[in-house]
């Protein structure tokens, strides 16, 4: 799926038309409306929630963000917005993402991000990194499409700063609008010429309306400079704790306060404006300043290094799938529906699923890799491929 593909993007928008009338008299869609309206939210202290999450997302920001914290129907959220397989759709149409990371340093960060969207169901997966991080990255995977474009400090001279720069700017822009979803930040390390280039990449690419997803140290670079996510609803951001508390400390002036924490995400998302905001942790909070939703299924007990970053890029196909999903059928579904909320609870319910999975066979040697060997099972445990 590509919301940017081919040459005219009205002929696409009517090719989604026309598939929206056809979906409408099918059996499929029949389906996935039932699932849009038993998307009903669990309280998180149990039982049923007697409004539907869309009424929830129609609530006022600000009786929004003092109610209480909904568990995600995930599992209805999985099948809704996860696209049949269609024989008569060709590559790209499941979708086309790309990780902005991998430096020196890490090179297993945008790997594990880049190849989850596959694994997730994308059909095309770009990193672009440090040239030093490239022939790492590539002789992880022959899948994924490798750009050496980024530079460090280190290996620029300063009075070509400006031209390398603008290089690289117009190397990345030739792909850009090509691209469903971009993540940016697994792995991209801190350097501050680094930091510069990819400022202009995320401007690029608000401009040019594709959806983000700030992961890592993507999130260091728009903490000191919220500007370039302030007010973009297409910006998708998910901290951990050391990440959230830099967020708050930084956007809020206060410290994160576990008492209020739903109150306090939607805050923070209201004050950076319109973006969405998953709060990793023992439940993932995600937020677009409406309203609050958990999802809180037991993945594994392991913390290995990486479970993040498959996080980013599973979040980058499901937002992509859950957009791509409500424009298909505008004329049915509710304007408040947020697909980036969508594709924060298919995503984090599916990693869960497959860190149960992988620490069920690994135990205690349960690492990233096995994890994401398992993502495929999980998904089709919630939606089979043949369905
Ligand atoms: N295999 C790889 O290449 C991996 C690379 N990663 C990348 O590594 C880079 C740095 O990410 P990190 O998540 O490590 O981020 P940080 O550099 O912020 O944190 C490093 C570690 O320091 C500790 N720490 C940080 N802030 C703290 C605080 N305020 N109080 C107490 N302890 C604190 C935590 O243990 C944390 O995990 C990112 O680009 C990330 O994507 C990670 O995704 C993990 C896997
Ligand atoms: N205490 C916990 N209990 C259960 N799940 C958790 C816990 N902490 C994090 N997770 C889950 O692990 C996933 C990754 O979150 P984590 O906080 O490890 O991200 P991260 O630090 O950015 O990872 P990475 O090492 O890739 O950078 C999230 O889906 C989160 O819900
Ligand atoms: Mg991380």
Redesign the pocket.
């Known amino acids: 799926m590509s919301l940017s593909m081919g040459a005219c993007p009205h002929a696409w928008r009517h090719h989604l038309q026309h598939r929206g009338r056809m979906w409408a008299t099918s059996p499929v869609f029949r389906r996935q409306l039932f699932l849009l309206r038993s998307l009903a939210p669990t309280c998180a202290h149990g039982g049923r929630a007697s409004s539907s999450s869309l009424q929830v997302h129609a609530m006022s920001a600000a009786s929004a963000a003092a109610g209480p914290v909904y568990e995600a129907d995930a599992e209805a959220v999985v099948r809704r917005i996860t696209p049949p397989l269609d024989r008569a759709r060709h590559k790209g149409q499941a979708g086309k993402i790309a990780v902005i990371g991998g430096c020196r340093e890490y090179t297993g960060?945008p790997y594990?991000a880049a190849i989850s969207a596959l694994k997730v169901g994308a059909d095309l997966s770009h990193v672009f990194c440090t040239k030093d991080a490239a022939t790492v990255i590539k002789s992880y995977s022959p899948e994924l499409i490798v750009h050496p474009i980024l530079e460090e400090s280190y290996s620029v001279k300063d009075d070509e700063r400006e031209s390398v720069s603008s290089s690289i700017l117009a190397e990345i822009s030739k792909w850009m609008e090509r691209f469903d979803c971009i993540v940016v930040g697994?792995g991209l390390g801190r350097d501050s010429f680094l930091m510069d280039c990819v400022s202009n990449i995320m401007r690029h690419a608000r401009q040019a309306n594709i959806p983000t997803v700030v992961?890592?140290d993507g999130l260091f670079l728009i903490t000191n400079n919220i500007g370039l996510v302030e007010d973009n609803s297409l910006a998708i951001l998910?901290?951990?704790?050391y990440?959230y508390k830099r967020l708050v400390q930084k956007v809020l002036n206060c410290e994160v306060n576990e008492e209020n924490a739903s109150e306090q995400l939607a805050a923070l998302c209201q004050k950076i404006g319109g973006v969405t905001i998953m709060r990793?942790?023992?439940?993932?909070l995600i937020s677009d300043g409406k309203k609050v939703t958990q999802?809180s299924t037991?993945?594994?007990?392991r913390?290995?290094?990486?479970?993040?970053?498959?996080?980013s890029g599973s979040v980058a196909v499901f937002s992509s799938w859950a957009r791509h999903f409500l424009l298909s059928n505008e004329q049915t579904t509710e304007k408040s529906v947020n697909p980036m909320v969508l594709g924060c609870i298919a995503g984090?319910l599916l990693?869960?699923r497959a860190?149960s999975l992988a620490f069920e066979k690994n135990k205690r040697s349960t690492v990233?890799t096995d994890i994401i060997e398992f993502l495929g099972q999980s998904l089709e445990d919630i939606s089979p491929a043949g369905r």
């Open positions: 960060a594990f697994p992961d890592g998910t901290p951990n704790v990440e990793k942790g023992k439940a993932d999802v037991f993945g594994s007990p913390r290995c290094g990486g479970q993040g970053d498959i996080l984090s990693l869960r860190a990233t």
